[in-house]
T-cell receptor, first 113, second 117 residues
Framework: DSGVTQTPKHLITATGQRVTLRCSPR?????VYWYQQSLDQGLQFLIQ???????AKGNILERFSAQQFPDLHSELNLSSLELGDSALYFC????????????FGEGSWLTVV | AQSVAQPEDQVNVAEGNPLTVKCTYS??????LFWYVQYPNRGLQFLLK??????LVKGSYGFEAEFNKSQTSFHLKKPSALVSDSALYFC???????????????FGTGTRLQVTL
């Protein structure tokens, strides 16, 4: 158990809909990361937050947004969903400092039908 | 930009034999290097990392990795493979510095390890 908690574990939704994925980081970790894993794109970095502030942005679509709340949990919002958004979405957390290990949650499986 | 290459999509090895999963990287400056393992329908589990110091890094489940700066490689090794080691292995690199995209992990495409009896 990495200590990173993600909900829901599985989600099936229709095209055009909006979903929210939730993440609780490890106790004490201020940095939260979101990654997308798909068969054709591999593991893609989406976005990073540190203590509530956006820190880095990767290949995140404009239809997607994220935030980190004062209690440090984070949410990834995916809207106007398309079939191609079906993927495993990982949340990860770490203390600040690039030498520190980033620990991943079990992921949220999103299927868009 | 930082990048990782895992040249083998799959590595097959018999149980009890040594295994190597290859990884090369590209990053500005000195790297932080990581190996993660993903079992079916599970998240990414941290195996080991290289930060500085000894080029041979030991990690979980008997795995180790050797950092070679001149060859920009960080190959994962295990002296004796187990069937239970069968999984998807990812190498990742992180640049040094705490600002911007330098703090993110960049992953390779993954190598599927298949260990057979």
């Amino acid at each position: 158990d990495s200590g990173v908690t993600q909900t829901p574990k599985h989600l099936i939704t229709a095209t055009g809909q909006r979903v929210t994925l939730r993440c609780s980081p490890r106790s004490g970790d201020l940095s939260v990361y979101w990654y997308q894993q798909s068969l054709d794109q591999g593991l893609q970095f989406l976005i990073q937050y540190y203590n509530g502030e956006e820190r880095a942005k990767g290949n995140i679509l404009e239809r997607f947004s994220a935030q980190q709340f004062p209690d440090l949990h984070s949410e990834l919002n995916l809207s106007s969903l398309e079939l191609g958004d079906s993927a495993l979405y990982f949340c990860a957390s770490s203390p600040l400092g690039t030498g520190n290990t980033i620990y991943f949650g079990e992921g949220s499986w999103l299927t868009v039908v | 930009a930082q990048s990782v290459a895992q040249p083998e999509d799959q590595v097959n090895v018999a149980e009890g034999n040594p295994l190597t999963v290859k990884c090369t990287y590209s990053v500005s400056g000195n790297p932080y290097l990581f190996w993660y393992v993903q079992y079916p329908n599970r998240g990414l589990q941290f195996l080991l990392k290289y930060i500085t110091g000894d080029n041979l890094v030991k990690g979980s489940y008997g795995f180790e990795a050797e950092f070679n700066k001149s060859q920009t490689s960080f190959h994962l090794k295990k002296p004796s493979a187990l069937v239970s080691d069968s999984a998807l292995y990812f190498c990742a690199v992180r640049g040094r510095g705490n600002t911007g995209t330098a703090s993110k992990l960049t992953f390779g495409t993954g190598t599927r390890l298949q260990v057979t009896l």
